[in-house]
């Protein structure tokens, strides 16, 4: 019996970069990576660019969700697949203009339902003036898939690009707490709490816009790297990043906002929070001259937590690597999460 | 208990257009259903287009792609996702610069058949020079998806978008023999063919660049329409232009070309070989002094089955039909496909 697909292999982790290296990034022409003068898969993030001729870029950026279940606390797939393509598109710099979704669906799936997904899909392109321009419809017979699956297109167009280089010096900030999407989810799932009262544990799943489009008016040239911490979480986006850089991140596990019942849930599931999912965080790498001022800006925003919580240097050691101050005082590495968390948390 | 989704729902026919009508386009603002200046979902294809500013148009297309088995007879869901979203470009006049993919898997599925599926999609690509730009892959528990699934996206850039817009006393040119894909998956759901026979039933799935860069470029202006009859084959790309148009659409029976064995296989089934579905077909709508010209071209481009199969006229009676001339002498409606004739066809 030869080799098969694992959960892990979809994680976000590790293990997913190795299959996707095995499977395409290695089996590509480089003149195949992307499209010349923008962005593709030679650049380590959920998004692409594709330069416009007139000096912007359309951004594009494509991904399936599969959430189980399909109804949280704080919200449903209809919602997370709008909000988690818009921020795609937010973290490469663009300004969300379109959305495409492509939905499969179970026969069987209570019609009710599926008017609640896309009626909440709909509520978030109305409110942030995202049209839909077009997509796809199709149905599976009972039992070839588990309830829905989702994929949105989301397209949008950056005058110019955050290219994820962040610099020796350049402080870490995040927009809020981390982890409640993924703590959300992974109760939901082990059947903890239920859809109603969520236990305290409700998903942070919303568009950035709002954040997104000040900061870059405001700081564009001083954002470095942007990410939204999904699969994987702040632990993921941190070791893409030091890696990808050849830098050392350090990081402060006390400026780190994380909700009481977050850190508890996980603590009890031996879990490490910072490797669970936000929907609605931002995670950025600012020159040190503006990072308070970032972060006052953020607040005023209505991002009442955001924080530094860290700071990129020039690797002497630990090249690529990212370095946790514990809050009893000592230095962990913080590895690239490995294996499987929660299936299907987005 | 409440409605559910059925299948019909998603085979691309008049239920699909029901329900979609009735979740989606009912429920969105005018504003929100295209880019200013550009297509949406208020026009009834597979892709959508945004100005450029400089009087060009990106085409953005997104597809998902269930067929099942994932491998059959003529190519698999590798070829038929990365073919299918060039095709859905080239339909609006497009020229196909980058695709994305989006793979959804179940755990256990063979690493090896993984593996050719994505050769596959990179070959089509490679044979293209299409770039792959970005994408996403998730792993769904055991059970809870059948086998595979890949939603694509195709992204162009077109001078000249194909409107749809079939005009009175156009002829109506197919590229070659229709209904191929349909036939062969549809033999082997049922059981009939092995995946390496297929009994003559052979898929045509194939990127239909070729034939479609030249042609828009020499024939541009006169190509009114232009449609890859994939779901709901003939029958359907018809059906949406003489409702869209406000004319009917005369087909003479005896010029479409069908393979003898598509035909036979269909006719057994009591199923209409119109309403099959082609993967490497095209339907245009074309001024009636070039369409000879233009099935001589599509000849000399390899096309030796092109044909002229019917015209476009001013509806007097018969608004918004398609009426079918048979071999026997009749005149009958050609009906919007209803209902589900092959689940998962691609």
């Given at each position: 019996?030869?080799?098969?697909?694992?959960?892990?292999?979809?994680?976000?982790?590790?293990?997913?970069?190795?299959?996707?290296?095995?499977?395409?990034?290695?089996?590509?022409?480089?003149?195949?990576?992307?499209?010349?003068?923008?962005?593709?898969?030679?650049?380590?993030?959920?998004?692409?660019?594709?330069?416009?001729?007139?000096?912007?870029?359309?951004?594009?950026?494509?991904?399936?969700?599969?959430?189980?279940?399909?109804?949280?606390?704080?919200?449903?797939?209809?919602?997370?697949?709008?909000?988690?393509?818009?921020?795609?598109?937010?973290?490469?710099?663009?300004?969300?203009?379109?959305?495409?979704?492509?939905?499969?669906?179970?026969?069987?799936?209570?019609?009710?339902?599926?008017?609640?997904?896309?009626?909440?899909?709909?509520?978030?392109?109305?409110?942030?003036?995202?049209?839909?321009?077009?997509?796809?419809?199709?149905?599976?017979?009972?039992?070839?898939?588990?309830?829905?699956?989702?994929?949105?297109?989301?397209?949008?167009?950056a005058d110019r690009l955050i290219v994820d280089r962040p610099q020796p010096g350049d402080k870490i900030v995040v927009s809020g707490y981390l982890g409640d999407h993924g703590a959300a989810i992974l109760a939901r799932q082990i059947g903890i709490i239920d859809e109603g009262s969520g236990g305290g544990l409700v998903s942070d799943v919303k568009p950035l816009t709002r954040l997104m489009l000040p900061l870059v008016e405001k700081y564009g040239p001083h954002i470095h790297a942007a990410r939204d911490p999904t699969r994987g979480g702040l632990a993921m986006a941190l070791n893409d990043w030091a890696k990808a850089s050849g830098t050392v991140i350090i990081v402060e596990e006390s400026a780190i906002p994380i909700r009481p019942q977050v850190a508890y849930y996980a603590n009890m599931l031996g879990i490490d929070p910072l490797a669970l999912a936000s929907e609605g965080a931002a995670v950025l790498s600012v020159s040190p001259d503006v990072a308070e001022e970032v972060v006052e800006f953020m607040k005023k925003l209505g991002f009442d937590n955001a924080a530094i919580i860290g700071e990129v240097r020039k690797a002497e050691r630990y090249r690529g690597y990212v370095l946790l101050k514990t809050v009893v005082g000592g230095l962990r590495i913080l590895e690239a999460p490995r294996g499987d968390l929660v299936p299907r948390i987005c």
């Open positions: 019996m030869g080799e098969v697909v694992k959960l892990a292999h979809g994680a976000g982790s590790v293990e997913t970069s190795q299959i996707l290296e095995s499977l395409i990034f290695s089996k590509i022409e480089e003149r195949l990576k992307k499209v010349e003068g923008g962005l593709g898969i030679d650049f380590p993030d959920d998004a692409a660019a594709i330069p416009m001729g007139d000096g912007r870029f359309l951004v594009v950026t494509v991904d399936s969700y599969t959430v189980n279940p399909p109804f949280f606390p704080g919200g449903d797939i209809g919602v997370l697949a709008a909000s988690g393509s818009i921020n795609d598109v937010l973290m490469l710099g663009g300004k969300p203009i379109a959305l495409m979704d492509a939905i499969i669906v179970e026969e069987g799936f209570p019609l009710e339902d599926l008017r609640r997904i896309v009626d909440s899909m709909l509520r978030v392109l109305r409110e942030e003036g995202v049209a839909l321009i077009g997509g796809d419809f199709k149905v599976m017979p009972k039992g070839q898939i588990d309830k829905i699956a989702i994929a949105t297109v989301g397209i949008g167009i």
